[in-house]
């Protein structure tokens, strides 16, 4: 294990890069992780890794860890140094470096079963995360994400969904395929959204393969999704509230497709 003891070591400038740019971030095709539990179940997603980052302190809490990541260059760190570059300050005493992985919607391996959640334009990583992390909580098989507006590996997405990010397969695509595929795979597309054909969300059936389509919570969907939904949906709210939390709405969607289809 290398020790580093200077702020201006090239490899923590890289560091301290990927953790505050998107664009570095994409032209390298690597992304930071913070945290024991991320980092576990980033390598239960089969995500490959660049070097590992470690407090002095804590070098002995990560043994197992370590081990499974044997082949990866690793860096034992100072405490003010470690705690400098943390976004957690220090905290979770761990932060690696790894892979991008593709996300293309060819990749993706649906069933006659699938349940999907398919998010359009979402903006902010911590709505991100918290998707995820109720999706993985819910059982979900996989998230589409349809023009995004923020970098998929932000730290913040990350951080939010707990390592939810990592273990749920994902595509992203624009809109247009999405749809396409959606349809060309012959999967229900269900849109939250209130209009005059809106359906209460506890009366439709999601009989899969059956996609949960999300808007923002400034906009809603884009008019091109509800031109080609099966079905719209909406959540009954009391007369003086408007909207709820995306991450509420599409919890509440997506227990009542798997309490429908006998997943819990």
Known sequence: MKILSSIQNPELKKLRLLFQKARERKKLALFVIEGKREIQKAIRGGYSFESVFIHEEAIGDFESLLNSVDHVT?????ASLFEKLSIRSGSEKIIAI??????DLSQLKLNKNSIVLVIEAPEKPGNIGALYRTAAAAKIDAVIIANPKTDFYNPNSIRSSLGGIFIL???IASSIEVIAYLKENKITIATAAINSKAVPYDQFEYTPPCALVMGTESTGLDQLWLNETNQNLMI??????????????????MYECQRKNKRF
């Open 169 to 171: 397969p994902t595509a």
């Open 236 to 253: 009954p709210m009391a007369d003086e509230v408007d909207s709820l939390n995306l991450s509420v709405s599409a919890g509440i969607l």
């Open 98 to 103: 790894a892979q991008n992985k593709p996300h």
């Open 74 to 78: 690793k860096y034992s760190l100072e």
